[in-house]
């Protein structure tokens, strides 16, 4: 997937302008192979990463059942004493409590290790960050899944321990992506493009809830298995395969690039003088490039926006993640819909976070301002979860309203978290100190994670004593905290636009 050095040079000559700057009387395009290998790559490892935990979420009702067998088992196989050797619970209410108590244990150590990821993603290797927590993170779903049911082995005190590591493995992934594919796309045109790539997090759960459904009737064992084989694969797919910036095979980087462009509406040069002109592609040497000192994490915070956004992200990934961890739960619970059929009706909201992200990331690009588009979005998903809340017991309509809830809540979540971070990470202000991408991804999925986290403990506990339409008001109350926090956000860009709208008018 490295092409030879002088092959990169060549690239670099068809890499270096946007599309619509004329140069030398032709139109060159800003993409490469090279981005489209980055874009690829980066967007499996990460759907391999949400695949593996939509697994889990995929069989609580299998795992449920394991953990707390029925008395009505008649099974002559096996004697009594061996049926309540796995019996954690005595309910298979106690049981989904636990499932709800591992989904928070997963988030807050995710969480954490997301804030610690985005330090480290921006002193180290990113290539090696990523491919380790991928491999790693593998072997420990393998030994939660598959391993412990193999040896009829199982211990509250050791999942939860796994779950723990799997959470600080697992947040080596987001910060790591977003971070190279901020070193490969610049800003304009980065809402549709990272609202495109972004659905690698909807492609993921698509992808977990179809390898579980297809083994689920082998042994709930067996989806871990297979979503964690495929995992290892592709993380050493990606050490062997991934670049993590243009710069290591000698193209302009993102910010020369960019400070090129700014001079786009001038002739890059004169007509009389266009057979003197012919550019430099040399490869830089090691030595020659400098080097970038990251900046703290308490200068990462204090950048315009970080906290703002940081704080709407964790309520609104707590609506989002509560659909991805209990959907399918929902749907086999409150319908009696089986559970491999749950898992395919649930993969609709993936679907519609999918277009909703990058629909509302073009749409962002051409208004130049993310956050209106968001403040719609979320306004209309409050209606969307209202009329999702009332859904008849009808796959078709559920699925539909499923779809729609999606759009509104999935895409805005997923332009938060890549486009959004992504241009916080690259603002004016730390032009000089570009080493801050990873470190902002990390601080504001780190603080959506934290609210997520406590989330999932809170849906399980409304669910429990006041029922599922109580969640979907819990949904709504956090929706509308996400527009409260970036308000003031809203309120600015919209003023902007409405004078840009007057100066164009006035020119006219």
Known sequence: MRSAPGADAQEGRRAVAWPGVLQRGRLLTRFSHHHVVVFLLTFFSYSLLHASRKTFSNVKVSISKQWTPSAWNT??????????????????????LFLGTLDTIFLFSYAVGLFISGIVGDRLNLRWVLSFGMCSSALVVFVFGTLTEWLHFYNKWFYCGLWIVNGLLQSTGWPCVVAVMGNWFGKAGRGVVFGLWSACASVGNILGACLASSVLQYGYEYAFLVTASVQFAGGIVIFFGLLVSPEEIGL?????????EEDSHRPL??????????????????????HVKAISFGQACCLPGVIPYSLAYACLKLV???FFFWLPFYLSNNFGWKEAEADKLSIWYDVGGIVGGTLQGFISDVLQRRAPVLALSLLLAVGSLVEYSRSPNNKSINALLMAVTGFFIGGPSNMISSAISADLGRQELIQGSSEALATVTGIVDGTGSIGAAVGQYLVSLIQDNLGWMWVFYFFIL????????????IAREVASLVRRRQAHALRE
């Open 75 to 96: 099974s002559t196989e096996l004697p009594a004493e061996t049926w309540s050797s796995n019996r954690l619970f005595p309910s298979t209410e106690e049981a989904t």
């Open 252 to 260: 302009l980087g993102i910010e020369r690039e960019e400070n090129l």
């Open 269 to 290: 040069i004169n007509a009389e003088n266009e057979d003197e002109y012919e550019p430099s592609y040399s490869i830089p040497k090691a030595s020659d490039v400098p």
């Open 320 to 322: 989002n993640y509560s």
């Open 478 to 489: 956090m929706t509308s905290c996400t527009i409260l926090f970036i308000s003031p956000l």
